[in-house]
């Protein structure tokens, strides 16, 4: 029989819900909406209904359905479990909550309690989340009802909130026609099939947010400091994919390290964070300094590469909610982009207590008297967290192999590290590449770790500071073993392993031993006679090479393994076109020849590093543009944007000789003749990759990301696109420079939009440079291009961890744009074939091969493989394997109800120095 139900003539919940629901024994219901769906289904006359399933609608990208689809087994799950993290975030239930209070909290807390007592006593509470990609956005709302008095369906315009049933108005229609009945049914099981189950992840979040406390004041925090509430609630865990557990374990880690040396000015956590590309070492870093700059008054030094800054600054404050400014043109740059300028005798008046300096200030400061100038009055500050990014450039000069025994020649940035290391408590320092050229330079890492601190080297006198020979290399490379435990206990002594992990727990015990605090570091020869006969069984079978120095303090852990054991998923790069390379014109070897006959030119006479004189083929490479405007600026005396900087400690290449001059013009005139002509090669090419087909769609429909090192390419790719292809474009670079290109128009825009646009679809074409494009969230670009091939092959590495970190796991299409002939070609001949081995030795492509290639190149050295292979050969006895360090994590971040006020934490940071 059919009844009508309206809110005008009658309350919907007394005249129709109510009476139907009680006494009810099963309710299939399509709710609507998950965000205002799961905060309004937690009615308390759910609770005696023993069968109970809702469907919720949510919005999520077709392509990573497909992707969950497509998957089986293990690597479904984690896929699944990814996708509905996407969807909870995008309900902003953290947001909801502070807006509704108590009432909402309360609604969280019935439903968490319905959903875990699911399965138990012949119940069952389920909700299933089905995309819109399957049947479009699910608005229609209905449900079927089974009671002691038989079965009925309704149909209607209400959600599940309590006001659409008792003050909206709405209509629904009821059914209990059998034909009716299995036609709602039908439509609810066809639903029900394509929905996904909530995750543990969401209930555990529904769990805690209905226990969510507030934490007000910092003070409370300060008295008992724990990552969870301080990070718990952070844009990366509220708005990606959260913390990954080797992440977390690292940041717990060093913070707890912190503490434990909390009242000694001069001593904290000293690590050394190794891991490979796109593991996110400037979010863990960043997260360690939160946890610092919110307890501790002091101020925090970031040291970066130039190119750098801007993503550091960009990270701390779109990933970790942290303010901060960076040092450039004479002043500070706020997140907020204020420039508060430095004056000669208060060049370090930061006005935030985060302050990012390049590492360029450091090797300029010879050159430079406001450098020099901020330099020196950073070491007159004392700091609560110093953090070194890319500190491989920390080295000494004698490392040929003849010499490197000797004393160490300290290069500029070794010195300047030497001295920043005795002014702060606490020090990290980051680099996928600690070990290029002999494991001394990882040595020579320790011991800037070291300064004020001997339980990372041990005193003076310790057997690891002794390097005047190869034995303390040979003994972690396991070359060298000792059997009997005084022989050990010489080493472990002094420093006396600290009791990070599973594996050196047993000095904690030794401590209590020979009656030692846990910062005490220096045992004596005798005291092996006064530890515990069992813990002395133990240590015989320790090998120092598992414990020693090295291993302690040098975290290390690589994304195959952490793959390969389940704790993050595996993305697979599909590389097209490496058969493909851009046929060279004669026009264009000529372009190619000028730039090398210019590079040799700089390279006889000027004492600069081969990055510097090569400047020139790398941007004719990138395009034609980039390479005519760089002329133009050279042949005028002007200094070429920055978008790469390589900390090199060099002359200037100004000014140039009237031999140069006349090189620049003649190349300069020939590229004005090119693009009279013609369009550059390059992006006819990538016209034609755009219009490529992958996995049944075009790479441009998929979306694309298109990587550059030089902003002139980018932006003049972007103008031709734009002639091409009906598609707004985003040009995504440094401060201001971000544009959008759309309708015939361009338009200067924030890069917060063009990341939104992105996320939501509208945005299919997006080309960033590699100093800006950090931290992107690019789920929605399935697809890669490099305009450039970047002379240091590890930045593409980096370019395709950047797509990895912001996807769900899927194939990625790469294609490397290259030229036939030219400098560029002539090193993906020489690399291509040995990447993988060489990554194998060193971890990523160190920066020696390029930098002797580019030397070699100069002087008209040929190379092939065999000359990879003999650098390699050179290399293999030094480069060690530092262990893998494995994390193990106690505390589960996602279940953590108490936070801190976010705002109170952002104003503890805005406090300047």
């Known amino acids: 029989m059919l009844r009508r139900f309206s809110s005008r003539r009658a309350s919907l919940y007394d005249s129709f819900l109510k009476p139907r629901l009680t006494g009810a024994t099963r309710y299939d219901r399509i709710a609507g909406y998950f965000q205002s769906s799961l905060l309004q289904l937690a009615s308390e006359c759910l609770a005696d209904i023993p069968r109970i399933r809702i469907l919720c609608n949510t919005e999520v990208s077709a392509q990573d359905v497909r992707t969950v689809r497509q998957a089986v087994g293990t690597r479904r799950a984690e896929l699944e479990d990814s996708l509905l993290r996407l969807a909870w975030n995008a309900g902003q239930f953290t947001h909801l ?178 891991d490979g590309v796109g593991l996110g070492k400037t979010l863990q870093l960043g997260g360690i300094a939160k946890l610092i700059g919110t307890l501790d008054s002091l101020p925090i030094l970031i040291m970066a590469p130039k190119p750098l800054l801007e993503q550091w600054q960009e990270e701390l404050l779109g990933k970790l909610a942290m303010p901060s400014a960076r040092f450039e043109q ?283 004189k090569t400047l020139l083929q790398r941007r004719v490479g990138s395009s034609l543009i980039a390479g005519l405007k760089t002329t133009e600026k050279m042949l005028a005396g002007k200094r070429p944007d920055e978008e790469e900087d390589p900390d090199e400690e060099a002359d200037s290449i100004y000014p140039l000789t009237e031999g140069e001059k006349e090189v620049l013009g003649r190349l300069r005139d020939h590229l004005l003749r090119h693009l009279e002509r013609e369009d550059d090669p390059k992006f006819e090419r990538v016209r034609d990759v755009l219009n490529l087909t992958f996995d049944g769609l075009k790479w441009v429909d998929r979306g694309v990301l298109i990587f550059s090192q030089f902003y002139d390419s980018a932006y003049a790719l972007a103008e031709y696109l734009l002639q091409h292809f009906d598609e707004p474009i985003g040009l995504y670079a440094n401060s201001s420079a971000s544009k959008l290109f759309e309708g015939g128009k361009t338009q200067s825009i924030d890069r917060t939009p063009l990341k939104e646009k992105v996320t939501l679809g509208r945005l299919k074409l997006l080309i960033g440079t590699d100093a800006a494009s950090t931290g992107l969230n690019l789920q929605r670009l399935g697809c890669l291009i490099n305009l450039d091939l970047p002379w240091n092959p590890t930045i593409l590495e980096q370019r395709k961890g950047r797509v990895q970190r912001g996807t769900l796991a899927k194939r990625i299409p790469f294609y490397n744009m290259r030229y036939d002939k030219g400098a560029e070609q002539k090193l993906f001949d020489s690399l291509s074939g040995r990447i993988q081995e060489i990554t194998t030795i060193f971890g990523t492509v160190p920066d020696f091969i390029v930098d002797q290639w580019v030397t070699d190149m100069l002087e008209d050295k040929a190379w092939d493989e065999n000359s990879i292979l003999n650098i390699i050969a050179e290399r293999e006895e030094n480069p060690f394997t530092v262990k893998e360090t494995i994390e193990s994590l106690e505390t589960d971040w996602e279940s953590t109800a108490e936070v801190l006020n976010r705002h109170v934490a952002f104003r503890e940071l805005l406090a300047g120095w």
């Open 330 to 612: 004479g002043g500070w740059m706020t997140e907020r982009d204020e420039f508060h300028p430095a004056f000669p005798e208060k060049m370090t008046n930061c006005p935030r207590r985060i302050a990012i300096v390049s590492t360029s200030v450091v090797t300029s400061a010879p050159r430079s008297e406001r450098n020099r100038e901020l330099m020196e009055q950073l070491l007159e500050r004392r700091f609560s967290c110093v953090i070194w990014d890319e500190a491989h450039k920390i080295r000494r000069a004698n490392l040929s192999e003849s010499r490197v025994y000797a004393p160490a020649e300290k290069k500029l940035l070794y010195q300047f590290a030497e001295r920043l290391a005795a002014r702060t408590q606490t020090l990290l320092l980051a680099t996928a590449t600690p070990v290029q050229l002999h494991p001394m330079e990882l040595w020579d890492l320790l011991y800037i770790l070291s300064v004020n601190n001997p339980h990372v080297l041990g005193t003076e006198n310790a057997l690891w500071r002794r390097v005047d020979g190869p034995e303390v290399f040979d003994i972690v490379a396991g070359r060298k073993e000792f059997d009997a435990f005084y022989d050990k206990w010489l080493y472990w002594r002094d420093p006396l392993p600290s009791p990070l992990d599973a594996r050196s727990e047993v000095f904690d015990w030794v401590r209590h031993d020979i009656e030692l605090h846990d910062i005490d570091s220096q045992a004596t020869i005798a005291d092996q006679d006064r530890i515990d006969d069992a813990r002395q069984f133990d240590l015989e079978f320790m090998r120092l090479r598992d414990l020693n120095p090295f291993t302690q303090w040098v975290v290390k852990r690589s994304r195959d393994r952490l793959e390969a054991e389940g704790k993050l998923v595996r993305i697979e790069m599909v590389p097209y076109g490496d058969g493909q390379s851009i046929l060279c014109s004669h026009s264009m070897e000529q372009a190619f020849d000028l730039a090398e006959e210019f590079a040799q030119a700089l390279h006889q006479r000027v004492k600069a590093g081969g990055f510097i």
């Open 97 to 274: 909550i502070e807006v509704h209070g108590e009432p909402a909290q309360q609604r969280l807390k019935v439903l968490h309690n319905l959903l875990t007592a699911s399965g138990k006593e012949g119940r069952l509470f389920e909700i299933r989340l089905v995309p819109d990609t399957e049947f479009g956005f699910v608005h229609g709302k209905g449900g079927v009802i089974d009671g002691s008095w038989g079965k009925t369906a309704f149909i209607g315009s209400a959600n599940d909130s309590a006001r659409a049933w008792t003050k909206n108005y709405e209509l629904v229609w009821e059914d209990d026609d059998p034909a009716s009945v299995a036609w709602l049914q039908e439509e609810f099981d066809a639903l029900w099939e394509k929905a996904f189950p909530l995750s543990e992840f969401i209930v555990k979040q529904i769990g805690r947010l209905s226990e969510r406390t507030v934490i007000e004041h910092v003070g409370p925090w300060k008295e008992n400091p724990s990552p969870e509430p301080l990070l718990a609630e952070v844009p990366t865990t509220t708005e990606l994919f959260g913390f990954w557990d080797h992440q977390k374990y690292f940041i717990n880690l060093a913070f707890q390290e912190h503490l434990k040396y909390r009242d000694q000015a001069q001593r904290g956590a000293r690590f050394l964070l190794c």
